[in-house]
């Protein structure tokens, strides 16, 4: 598939038109924080639930700015190279992941099962992960489920945006009703009772967390009446989206937190980014999140996520105990020595994995780093 599409872009003057995002890799620095002190045993004082929605928010709003960059500069949009560059960006340091730490794996956890390999390979271990879940079973990289979310994002929103973005009104209709559906879904597998984790990690029902973010970006490029109303109310909004965030976290019913809470965590962000976006203060408001060692986090997010449950895979096999029992001050100087290690193994994929696609990546329109 290689089709073009003319699109008619206005939005010359959005803040997300040209240039680096600012403050992005700060944000996936402290998502991908918030997930594995959550893993390493912090889940009940940290919401690594929440760092996971940021990653999915995070992914919808990069993509469709990127997208939308396109179109204005090329006329159209490319989908068949947007296809090579995410994979090309996904798959290296997953196959190397997935070889290094299934063969590994065999010193302290064991070989991993056809299933496992399959799964992560084909994108599908959100729904492996829900059926072993129920029976039982033992999923060697359960982490892998938000990127089957992502990758099935990745292979249809493309086909969405370049059939609606000549109507950007439609556009974001669209991506209202997708939000509307997951949450009109999870709440009905929790009405029927069907059992487990599914409004957690099936992608029909998680899909709404990146839509917020596509719709995000189509607000704050497309410069609708809404967001120059918005331009004198940028700081109410961003305390509007920092609270209702906050008692997303605070509100502890489980119906509630299975079904409402992803939609109205969508809904904060969005409000927290366009509050940014729209400020005049973007700049200044960013600046701790552009910090050397945040630019760093951020770029090696991808390669951390992939191996963060190594290191507590390797403690849990040498002190035969999982890192969550021990003792609150012990764990927090382990999850800090496991974090140094994910980032460094993040960092060995970036520097011989990753880095090695690049010249491949930008032969196909790619311009990052």
């Not at 997951?182 to 929790?190: F, I, K, M, N």
């Amino acid at each position: 598939m290689n089709e073009r599409f003319d699109i008619s872009l206005t939005a010359a003057a959005s803040p997300l038109a040209a240039g680096r995002l600012a403050a992005l890799d700060g944000v996936r620095a402290i998502s991908v924080l918030l997930v594995m002190f959550s893993h390493y045993g912090f889940g009940h004082v940290v919401p690594g639930g929440l760092g996971v929605t940021i990653f999915f928010f995070l992914s919808g709003f990069l993509i469709t700015t990127l997208l939308l960059r396109e179109g204005r500069g090329a006329g159209g949009i490319d989908v068949s190279s947007f296809y090579m560059r995410r994979l090309l960006r996904l798959s290296p340091e997953l196959l190397a992941f997935m070889l290094v730490s299934g063969l590994g794996g065999a010193l302290y956890v064991g070989l991993p099962k056809l299933i496992d390999v399959l799964a992560g390979l084909f994108y599908f271990t959100n729904y492996y992960s829900y059926t072993a879940l129920l029976h039982g079973d033992h999923v060697r990289w359960p982490h892998l489920w938000s990127l089957a979310v992502e990758e099935h994002y990745y292979l249809s929103y493309p086909l969405l945006f370049v059939a609606l973005w000549k109507r950007p009104r439609a556009l974001a209709a669209a991506l209202i009703a997708i939000c509307l559906f997951s949450l009109v879904w999870r709440t009905l597998a929790l009405l029927l009772g069907i059992p487990g984790n599914y409004g957690y990690l099936a992608t029909e029902a998680r899909i709404d967390s990146i839509a917020w973010g596509c719709l995000a970006s189509l607000l704050l490029w497309s410069r609708f009446a809404l967001i120059d109303a918005l331009r004198a109310w940028h700081v109410p909004l961003l305390a509007a989206g920092a609270a209702l965030l906050l008692a997303t976290l605070a509100v502890r019913n489980e119906f509630f937190r299975e079904s409402l809470r992803y939609s109205l965590q969508g809904l904060a962000l969005g409000a927290i980014f366009v509050s940014l976006f729209a400020s005049p203060f973007i700049a200044r408001l960013a600046a701790p999140l552009d910090s050397p060692a945040m630019l760093w986090m951020g770029k090696l997010s991808y390669g951390a996520y992939i191996w963060h449950l190594e290191p507590a895979h390797i403690f849990e096999a040498i002190a035969g105990r999982p890192m969550a029992t021990l003792a609150p001050m012990p764990r927090l100087m382990v999850a800090c020595l496991a974090v140094v290690a994910s980032f460094g193994l993040a960092y060995l994929s970036w520097r011989f994995v990753f880095s090695r696609v690049q010249n491949m990546r930008r032969r196909y329109g790619s311009h990052a780093a």
